[in-house]
């Protein structure tokens, strides 16, 4: 069909049809004529217009609330929108779905003395749940994507619990008259499960039978707090024929059925294997991924389709691929989906393809930790098999919580990292806190850098003997030397690593800690023995070469 250029226009018109909008109410001008055009040409919509944006928000309101339905306003810029104002207001006190759609003039010619400009996009900030504004060109890397997650965001959260009112600002650039030829219903979709707290039982076979085998399902489990329940559910999961799971070491899942050493078993895969291993839907659950090998695998797939378990009360696509939100607990729902997949055993090689690979990976990694010189690498391969089983592991954001995601961790009772914003300020005050709840050890391992940053930890009287710290000196951000984007910078080393002065020997002792320091794999054995046999809060300083550490590492992930 003929209709206008703008795909952000196009795209948000598809997104309305497919989230059960079907009254849409228009006031008349220039700048959303491309939103006219794309919403007056589509038969499945019902368009009125309606001169003053006050009366067409009311009435629109008057058709939600009849309809029950979502029903979309559409103003053109400057005061129109703020006419929307009382009722959207109105809406947003009665609950009522209404999709407030304005145009707006690109940024750059904002406070430029045009016409109908003003600054739009924050103007109904406290009586909408959501805003989002869209810019005049999406043709940016990634650009449609973005457009495409904001507007199945909105659309999703206008009827998502409390109902009410969301505005989509959305900047248009002249011409604003051009069409093209264009398809219908071509943008993806993002449905939404959101069950009272469980699935009915008919919900739950329906999603059974549609992850039933010849499908291959791949589960991957990011951050989370231990839970005995949903490690049974995904246990059950994992003993499928078309089901793998993969977890990270901070998601605090154990099984011998699980992948539990993604990077170390995706890094070895040949782009064969990967083809064979590629997922036809993945489910996701728990928090941020750290491995950066998954993220790139299933970015790089076009056909995988992607549900996140959780309730996150956001949309969160972060392999581009998202098809369905499922706003529950992922312990309940896996729990029912297990359930309902039992009757649904048919063969599939897909599991094994996944603990044939894992077993290779696993057998691959020993060898090479064990040609590897002394390095970060080696140091963390011999800390974590004496970490004993009760302790709690804290890891810091550098290189550690990546360390942790090679090594086997399974006996460790709890790990932890914080993950939600990936920031080196807190690990040590983070750790310190937990400790003060935890009845057994908690430890630290961290590095340099981010043990500089947050020393003040160390002063506070909240530090007990159940506190120790291991601190990899490595001459600083240790990161910056392995990652590409800084590694080989001439910048690298004044700028990024930025070795860093911790005189740990003498802080240690000055705020009442044990002190051991190793420096080769003797010492290191050595000095763990009274680290972890002390009664009182210990420090470790683990000192490894930079450059050594950093080769290891990127070797690590070389191809074989
Ligand atoms: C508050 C904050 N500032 C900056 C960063 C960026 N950053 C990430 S890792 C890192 C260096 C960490 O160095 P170190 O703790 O020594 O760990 P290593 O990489 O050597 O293992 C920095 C500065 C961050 N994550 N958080
Ligand atoms: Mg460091």
């Not at 590095?447 to 490595?474: E, P, T």
């Amino acid at each position: 069909m003929q209709t206008t250029d703008k795909i952000s226009c196009n795209i948000i018109v598809d997104l309305l049809v497919a989230h059960g909008v079907e009254n849409v109410v228009l006031s008349p001008g220039s700048r959303n004529a491309p939103l006219i055009i794309a919403l007056s040409r589509r038969s499945e919509l019902k368009t009125s217009v309606v001169i003053d944006e006050r009366s067409a928000a009311f009435i629109a309101l008057g058709m939600s609330l009849q309809s029950g339905k979502p029903v979309a306003i559409v103003c053109t810029s400057g005061s129109a929108l703020l006419n929307y104002a009382p009722a959207v207001a109105e809406a947003f006190y009665r609950c009522v779905p209404l999709i407030v759609i304005s145009a707006d003039r690109p940024e750059e010619w904002i406070d430029q003395d045009d016409s109908q400009t003003i600054w739009q996009q924050n103007s109904l900030t406290d009586i909408v749940k959501k805003s989002c504004d869209i810019g005049a060109h999406i043709d940016y890397p990634n650009g449609e994507w973005h457009c495409n997650r904001l507007v199945n965001d909105l659309l999703l959260e206008a009827v998502n619990g409390r109902r009410g009112p969301v505005h989509i600002n959305i900047r248009l650039d002249a011409p604003l008259n051009r069409t093209v030829d264009f398809t219908p219903s071509r943008s993806r979709v993002v449905e939404m499960l959101k069950p009272q707290d469980e699935l009915t039982v008919k919900e739950a076979r329906r999603i059974g039978a549609m992850l039933a085998s010849p499908k291959k399902v791949l589960v991957i489990a990011g951050f989370h707090e231990p839970d005995e329940k949903l490690n049974r559910a995904l246990v059950k999961l994992a003993s499928l024929p078309n089901v793998a799971v993969l977890t990270e070491t901070i998601a605090n899942l154990h099984s011998p059925l699980f992948i539990s050493r993604i990077d170390s078993t995706l890094c070895r895969l040949s782009q064969e294997e990967k083809q064979r291993l590629a997922p036809d839907i993945v489910l996701t659950l728990g928090g941020a991924l750290v491995s950066r090998h998954v993220k790139d695998w299933l970015r790089g797939l076009d056909k995988v389709e992607h549900w996140h378990v959780g309730i996150t009360h956001t949309t969160i696509d972060c392999f581009r691929r998202l098809a369905l939100r499922v706003e529950m607990s992922p312990t309940q729902f896996m729990r029912q989906i297990a359930s309902a997949l039992q009757i649904h055993k048919s063969p599939s090689d897909y599991a094994c393809l996944w603990s044939e690979a894992f077993r290779k990976a696993k057998a691959m990694h020993d060898s090479y930790v064990a040609s590897f010189r002394w390095s970060d690498m080696k140091a963390f391969s011999m800390i974590i098999p004496r970490i004993p089983a009760k302790w709690n592991l804290h890891l810091s954001n550098g290189t550690p919580v990546r360390y942790a995601q090679l090594m086997d961790c399974s006996r460790i009772h709890r790990c932890d990292c914080n993950r939600g914003v990936s920031g080196i300020d807190g690990c040590t005050s983070t750790a310190v806190g937990a400790s003060a709840v935890y009845g057994d050890t908690t430890l630290l391992i961290t590095g340099d850098m981010s043990c500089q940053y947050d020393m003040a930890a160390l002063a506070s009287n909240l530090v007990s003997r159940r506190f120790k710290m291991i601190v990899l000196c490595n001459g600083g951000g240790g990161i910056f030397r392995f990652i590409g984007s800084t590694s080989s910078l001439p910048e690298l080393e004044k700028y990024f690593a930025v070795g860093t002065k911790l005189p740990l020997d003498k802080l240690a002792p000055t705020y009442g800690f044990d002190y051991f320091e190793a420096s080769d794999e003797k010492s290191l054995n050595k000095a763990l023995n009274g680290f972890i046999s002390s009664e009182k809060a210990s420090v470790l300083a683990v000192f490894t070469p930079a450059e050594t550490s950093a080769e290891v590492l990127k070797r690590y992930f070389e191809p074989c």
